[in-house]
């Protein structure tokens, strides 16, 4: 086997993560924190790219790490339009979309493109994209809903989705393109998919309030209910349960599982109680995918932070493993990840995409 070396830079909120992958192995891995007043200097988003290139220089050579003879740079996808999973080399389309946050997004992600091809020209190696934030390669069936003109969107964590799963066919000396399975990442955010032959045809829009309670998200609530809990309340408000202010943080005040299941174990019932159901949410979140799949489910796979807790996953295996088997892979690697589908195409296990720059979805023509 060929040896490839991976450069993977992963812009967040209010700081940025750097890795130099070779083949598996992790030879530098750094998380530099941005301080929040310095980046609001800058004019939106993509203004930060200068700022957080120098950062990332000046990380390289005070840890002595070089960047030469890299074999590809990888960055966080962001801003683009829904694609189909994979991994893309990031051309014009890509980084001018990227720059623009040409889906009416904004966030940290999209200075992944940009920063990977500013690397990537300067130590002359392609750049890519792997299985960005806005992977959607849902099925029609998962898309309509009982409102006309209003569709389920997919916003899940596709990498970690995606890569959980291609991790354990490979694993099993088994393809991702041949397999059904129910993957999960349960972290600080939790995802819930149906992959069906190497696609997610479903799973719970986390980012429009579906699926289950998450430690900052409140998932899915009564449309009734939600419409009498947010009548005297602020849109913007609303909206912040959804996504940041919901879940543990809403009912405890915290979204660190850790201190939550201190606090249960204390004897604190109302921290037991609302533990207990987000993981019961869980639960029957990976039974409703079940028949996505017509209950021909070849692994259920939890993946993410929270899955280190042995408890909850015994709970999982207990209540779904007359599905199909539970396999717990505990943590992230995103970085990992990002490399992994970028060796996957300089090796030719797979073909790199060409992104279209129009959404995967553009609804359906039968309904005027």
């Known amino acids: 086997m060929a040896d490839y070396k991976i450069f993977a830079i992963n812009p967040g909120s209010t700081s940025t993560k750097i890795a130099l992958i070779q083949n598996e192995e992790v030879l530098f891995s750094k998380n530099v924190a941005h301080e929040a007043s310095k980046l609001d200097e800058f004019d939106g988003i993509s203004a930060q790219l200068p700022y957080r290139k120098e950062t990332i220089i000046n990380l390289l050579k005070e840890n002595n790490i070089s960047l030469d003879g890299i074999s590809a740079c990888v960055g966080r996808g962001g801003g683009l339009f829904s694609m189909e999973g994979g991994t893309y080399e990031v051309d014009d389309l890509i980084f001018e979309h990227a720059k623009n946050g040409e889906n009416g997004v904004q966030h940290p992600a999209q200075l992944g493109p940009q920063l990977a091809r500013e690397f990537a020209a300067e130590y002359n190696c392609p750049a890519f994209v792997v299985n960005p934030p806005d992977v959607d390669e849902y099925w ?211 073909k790199v995409k060409k992104y279209s720059g129009k959404p995967a979805f553009q609804g359906f023509d039968f309904v005027k």
Not at 186 to 205: E, L, P
Request: hydrophobic share 40%.
């Open 140 to 350: 029609d069936l998962a898309r309509m809903t009982g409102l006309k003109g209003v569709y389920r969107k997919c916003h899940l964590h596709s990498l970690n989705l995606k890569e959980t799963a291609i991790r354990h066919a490979h694993s099993h000396g088994e393809k991702y393109e041949e397999k059904n399975y129910i993957v999960c990442h349960i972290g600080g955010g939790i995802s819930i998919s149906a992959h069906r032959q190497g696609r997610m045809v479903d799973g719970f829009d986390i980012v429009g309030g579906e699926g289950p309670m998450a430690p900052t998200r409140s998932g899915s609530v009564p449309v009734a209910e939600l419409l009498r809990y947010v009548a005297d309340k602020d849109l913007k408000d609303v909206k912040s349960v959804c996504t940041r202010t919901g879940g543990l943080v809403n009912h405890l005040g915290t979204s660190d599982a850790l201190e939550v299941t201190k606090r249960a174990a204390d004897g604190d019932k109302y921290a037991q109680m609302v533990w207990d159901t987000m993981v019961y949410q869980i639960c029957k979140a990976i039974g409703a995918m079940a028949p996505v799949l017509d209950c021909k489910v070849d692994g259920i796979l939890l993946g993410g932070g929270m899955v280190h807790n042995k408890e909850m996953v015994a709970t999982i295996k207990e209540r779904c493993g007359a599905i199909a088997e539970v396999f717990a892979y505990p943590g992230e690697f995103e970085m990992e990840a990002m490399a992994a589908g970028a060796i996957r195409v300089l090796s030719g296990e797979e």
